[in-house]
């Protein structure tokens, strides 16, 4: 669990929740797709937004999404760290069972039914999930979390160039999954 | 320029990354190249397919309220003291409400404070990219995008041609509890119109109320607490509450 950020600063506790609560959403849904787990996710993105409130008088700017996000990036990093050095817990053999199933299977109905797109939505998640790191993380930032390339390469700390040719790498992963599920539904 | 160049300066194409030049250089390629023409229309359509299924993940509530929670609590300020305290209380709560310990009701003498988190409510939401969750002029469609986000369904009524239209909903936190809001607009007006549970079955005739300068009426009925917001004229909100009513009515008896 997390520990309490002990800084009492109300008016900074202010400042901080309206620049980045906002970005909740976001930074939840890149901790999901980069841990694969929705309860690491969410403690990931406690830490993460615990670490930001406290490094926040640091904070310059410009673009708040990005700045969230490399730390969310490292904070999920440790956890893949202890992923690897717990033996029953790796990122292999513990993944969603979604992701046990094979690409081109539907999921089995969620009992969210009503919604017509859930099928697609699961569907398009599990294929972005299943995608390897570092393109995964890659093609998430840019296709999901809109960030530039110049964003996406700080928040990666790798050059542009290589922002773009892992996200080339990831569409060409992305695009076989995606004509393999088609020739499916035909 | 070999199509592996291609490749690469394609992803920058698609996201609007390339300049002018490089972006006639890649499209020239393309044009004479099926493979690569293929390559680029599959990337599209994934990119579109992506943006309409909707494959984002929506934080739960628990989790903003354990941030929330762990961020020290606002200081009280002069004017806006019982304001704070109660939305200070309301986030210590509802941490023992998630554990699923305790289930908070809205209570009557808690409106007042209530009141004051649905106008920052409808103040948020008029924030660039806040206003809704589920973007839709078609209530079928937003309705059922609230099914297992809230304990409760909330009445979502097409009023386009009573001139209000629907444009979305969204999931908002009132007293620390997610809320469903249903978004209106109204010419360049927004209307959220704000319903929770509450245990009362009895019916609440409309209350109408000005604070900070925005409208409000509320209402209960069948069980739902009600909130409409906006900063139209109170003629206007109390004609769209009226027509709200008037359109659920018939939809039950339909």
């Not at chain 2, 579109?48 to 989790?63: I, Q, W």
């Not at chain 2, 079955?201 to 109408?208: G, L, M, P, Q, T």
């Amino acid at each position: 669990m997390p520990s309490r950020a002990s800084e009492d600063n109300p008016e900074k506790a202010r400042r901080f929740r309206e620049a980045a609560l906002p970005y909740l959403n976001d930074a939840y849904t890149l901790a999901r797709y980069l841990l694969r787990d929705s309860t690491d996710a969410e403690d990931a993105v406690q830490e993460c937004y615990l670490r930001a409130f406290k490094h926040f008088d640091s904070y310059r700017g410009p673009a708040m999404k990005p700045w969230l996000f490399a730390i969310l990036r490292n904070v999920c990093r440790a956890e893949y760290a202890r992923r690897a050095t717990t033996p029953t817990s790796t990122i292999d053999d513990v993944p969603e069972s979604a992701e046990q199933a094979p690409l081109w299977h539907e999921a089995q109905e969620t009992p969210e039914a009503q919604l017509v797109r859930a099928k697609d939505s699961d569907t398009i998640r599990r294929m972005v999930a299943a995608l390897t790191e570092p393109f995964r993380e890659t093609f998430v930032l840019r296709e999901i979390e809109n960030l530039s390339y110049r964003e996406i390469a700080e928040v990666a700390e790798v050059p542009v160039g290589t922002v773009m040719s892992r996200l080339a790498r990831a569409r060409a992963m992305l695009r076989s999954a995606w004509l393999a599920e088609q020739e499916q539904v035909k | 320029m070999t199509c592996d160049e291609a490749e690469i300066l394609l992803q920058a194409l698609i996201d609007g990354e390339l300049d002018a030049g490089h972006a006639r250089d890649v499209e020239n390629h393309v044009e004479g190249c099926p493979r690569c023409a293929a390559m680029l229309k599959d990337y599209r359509e994934m990119s579109l397919a992506m943006a309409d299924a909707g494959v984002r993940y929506t934080a739960p509530a628990a989790l903003r309220m354990r941030i929330e929670a762990a961020l020290p609590q606002p200081r009280p300020m002069q004017s806006r003291r019982a304001v704070l305290r109660g939305f200070a209380m309301g986030s210590a709560v509802s941490a023992l409400a998630a554990t699923g310990l305790v289930a908070i009701v809205l209570r009557h003498d808690d409106m007042e404070r209530i009141q004051s988190e649905v106008v920052s409510a409808h103040l948020r939401s008029l924030q660039a990219g806040h206003l809704t969750d589920v973007v839709s002029t078609d209530q079928h469609t937003v309705k059922p995008w609230f099914n297992g986000r809230l304990d409760v369904s909330p009445p979502v009524v097409d009023l386009t041609a009573q001139g209000f239209t629907l444009i979305g909903g969204r999931l908002d936190y009132v007293d620390a509890r997610p809320i469903g809001a249903v978004v209106y607009r109204r010419r360049q007006h927004v209307i959220n119109l704000f319903v929770a549970q509450t245990t009362s079955n009895e019916r609440r005739n409309v209350k109408s109320e000005t604070f900070q300068g925005f409208n409000i009426h509320r209402w209960s009925e069948s069980g739902l607490n009600y909130w409409a917001i906006s900063d139209i004229g109170k003629d206007e909100l109390a004609d769209f509450c009226r027509k709200f009513e008037t359109a659920v009515e018939a939809n039950k008896e339909g």
